[in-house]
């Protein structure tokens, strides 16, 4: 795919901020540091990367999607957390507000959102509520000119530094699926509102995340998005663009994993010879490279659908589907070809086989991807 200028200048502006920036903060964000990981805000905020997919009227650069992906893209072959904390701030915590917000919430959110100088999150899963995420029962109850809302939200990204959150909660309770659901955007201040930081992670550990509890939280009219039963439909918008990001971010960690084994094996030395040249390494390079391509085609044409103002939600969820597999398969690979120094801290594909793990499981897992898919097709 040929690349324009501009889409070629973020992907080097991206690159370059990854390695100068986010690479020498990698062994204090992977140990949970939130200043070091404040830091890396500030400067992914001061270089416009936390602005590429808002208009020039709220603060961004308003670039198309598929620039905004790239830069998701060379993030996440450093840094695959800070490459989440991006997407989420950006497609699931921002996104809802610019598609579905008021001018007076865009312009209370969106330039703060769009410099970083506050950071977004998205509150959807709740404990009972995972893959059936319309059946969560946190409430929000009328009050006044406003409401009260109560509940609890978990497995929350970006939650222990996030100042804006966008949850859902249920309006109607008489109505137990998708209609009875509000979205509503809850600043981090607000009364009876606390958060609690997450259990440990497999991966993504530079990813900060925790759980959302709300007491009767006040929430004013104001700070509603949309109408009332209008949250869950919101919401599956905003994934789609959020699985195109995902997809990006699995290509990233595959090649990253491709670029760290082809560097390997033309060093590592058996019976005599580097391993690059035995027919089984040779093999899985291959294996990797193709279903690569293959993936990152599937990204850029689900972000070239969504810019040309096609329907793209098969598109994304079979890019999300088919590359966060392909980033597990190439995580795997490269542990193998690594051997026992694969299996060490000492090389970083013991960390991409960590973080690749949990992409077929959030924002939709593989097998909620495959009954997306399956239903579109069968209905068309």
Excluded at 102 to 125: I, R, W
Excluded at 159 to 182: C, I, M, Q, Y
Aim: with cysteine.
């Amino acid at each position: 795919m040929f690349l324009t200028e501009q889409q070629q200048s973020i992907q080097a502006l991206a690159a370059d901020i990854a390695t100068s920036v986010i690479a020498p903060e990698n062994p204090a964000i992977e140990s949970g540091d939130l200043t070091a990981l404040r830091r890396v805000w500030d400067q992914l905020g001061e270089s416009g990367l936390t602005g590429l997919a808002y208009p020039e009227a709220y603060g961004g650069s308003d670039v198309d999607s598929l620039s905004y992906i790239l830069a998701l893209k060379e993030i996440a072959k450093v840094s695959a957390s800070v490459a989440t904390a991006l997407s989420v701030h950006t497609s699931v915590g921002g996104l809802p507000i610019l598609y579905n917000g008021t001018e007076a919430q865009k312009e209370q959110y969106l330039p703060d959102l769009a410099a970083a100088k506050k950071v977004a999150a998205f509150g959807l899963t709740e404990a009972d509520a995972g893959s059936d995420a319309a059946s969560g029962t946190t409430r929000a109850v009328k009050n006044g000119n406003g409401y009260k809302l109560s509940g609890a939200k978990i497995f929350i990204t970006n939650a222990l530094l996030a100042d804006v959150f966008v949850v859902t909660a249920r309006t109607n309770p008489e109505d137990k699926g998708p209609k009875g659901l509000t979205a509503f955007i809850v600043d981090r201040d607000t009364e009876g509102f606390t958060i609690t930081k997450g259990d440990e992670k497999m991966g993504l550990c530079a990813s900060d995340w925790g759980e959302l509890h709300f007491d009767d939280s006040p929430v004013p009219e104001s700070q509603r998005l949309a109408e009332e039963g209008q949250g869950f439909k919101i919401f599956m918008r905003s994934l789609d663009v959020g699985r195109i990001s995902i997809g990006a971010i699995s290509v990233g960690i595959a090649e990253a994993c491709l670029d760290e084994s082809v560097k390997y094996v033309h060093q590592r030395e058996q019976f005599g010879e580097p391993i690059a040249k035995r027919q089984a390494i040779q093999f899985k390079l291959a294996d990797m490279g193709t279903r690569i391509e293959a993936a990152r085609h599937l990204v850029y044409n689900a972000a070239l659908r969504k810019d040309s103002g096609q329907p793209f939600g098969l598109e994304a969820s079979m890019a999300k589907l088919y590359a966060s597999e392909v980033s597990n398969f190439c995580a795997k690979e490269a542990v193998q070809i690594f051997g026992g120094y694969g299996y060490t801290k000492d090389f970083p594909v013991e960390r991409f086989f960590r973080d690749a793990r949990v992409l077929t499981l959030y924002e939709g897992t593989s097998e909620v991807q495959r009954m997306i898919i399956a239903r579109q097709l069968l209905t068309t």
